[in-house]
């Protein structure tokens, strides 16, 4: 089949214009809710009201703890500051996929946090990776990494 | 030097970064283990030891450097925070049961305090002391059931008294930061590899803070929600 390069390019032009104008017609929102990924527990990224909802009730369920005297879950990001080799830079580590399936799942769950506590102050991250954290220790197969 | 974030959409932001960045470990963080709870910890632990196995300074390191847990299953840091008598009475033969290595944030401060000054020294140094349960008034480990915890476990620095160092000035802020570690090699005969401060500061968050981590030699600095590893090589021991 011969190759028309003319028609191609237009083709091109048309599909990125038709998905230009789908984009301004469409709600403007984060960019990463978009995303279908996997949530840390396997389940498909679920609906905002969802997300509020599991956040809400489990806020709710974790507050009473009482911090000084229970085992609370966390999460520890591992973070190499050393430099090696002749180049002095911080060599770069292996990602395990728990990484990139944390930071997506917290990203949803801190826009939802915003929207049930607009008042959110910089502390109120722990409370939210102290959720996470529970969830994940309790659901009884946990991820390698 | 980087600023700590003030609002919650920077700190979001910032912990965002750093998980889809940057390896992830998981802890648990104890403190005060009253008697009365012994059973819940029991429980606790004996779901994490299905699920998790004990993490090592050396797997600590490797895993900081690389990336890489060689594990079959994920490690799970145990933590015990402040130097608390019953993390020795209640929590740690759960912990060996369990098969974790305990990981001791102890309070030089709190450890030294005689007697009858452990509880004010607590209530005066955000120490939580909800449940009193030591009739004699001893509420802080002794150095020597901490030289005991150190033969098969890690005993880490959480400071000399558990106060905001970046409020500090330079001669306070050297006592828990160098002090702690001089009284650590004293103690146990060696320096400690891990630095906790009260809140932080993360290293690079505080630059008079962080000339003294490293000339304390310590290796790695735990704060809010993250590990940071300082230095290549294992801390000289003596």
Known sequence: MHFNRRQALISIGLAVFRKAAWSLATPLRPIAWGRNHADLDGSQTPTDTATEDRLRADLARLAPRVYSEEGIPVFLACVNLVPAGPSHQVPKVNLPPFSAALASTFHRNAQAYQRIRPGAVAKDVAPLIEVLADRDFSRGQAAKG | ?238
């Open chain 2, 1 to 238: 030097m980087t600023t700590p974030p003030r609002t919650f959409t920077e700190s979001a932001a910032q912990i965002e970064q750093l998980f889809a960045t940057e390896p992830v470990i998981r802890a648990v963080n104890f403190h005060n283990a009253p008697r009365a709870k012994a059973d819940e910890y029991d429980r606790q632990l004996a779901q994490y030891s299905k699920l998790f196995s004990s993490v090592t300074e050396d797997q600590l390191d490797h895993y900081l450097a690389t990336g890489t847990w060689t594990n079959a299953k994920p490690g799970l840091i145990v933590s015990i925070y402040e130097g608390y008598r019953n993390g020795y009475d209640v929590l740690l033969p759960l912990v060996e049961k369990h098969g974790f290595i305990a990981w001791f944030f102890v309070i030089t401060g709190f450890i030294d305090s005689v007697g009858k000054d452990q509880l004010p020294f607590a209530l005066n140094h955000e120490i939580d002391m909800l449940t009193r349960e030591y009739p004699d008034g001893r509420y802080a480990l002794t150095w020597e059931q901490l030289r005991q915890i150190d033969r098969k476990h890690v005993i880490a620095c959480h400071s000399r008294s558990h106060q905001k160092l970046s409020d500090m000035g330079p001669s306070k802020l050297r006592e828990e930061v160098v002090g702690s570690q001089d009284e650590f090699r004293k103690q146990l005969g060696h320096g400690v590899r891990a630095f906790a401060s009260l809140t932080g500061p993360a290293y690079g968050e505080h630059a008079r803070t962080d000339r003294l981590i490293r000339a304390a030699d310590y290796d790695f600095v735990f704060s809010n929600f993250r590990i940071q590893r300082i230095r290549a090589e294992p801390s000289r021991r003596a």
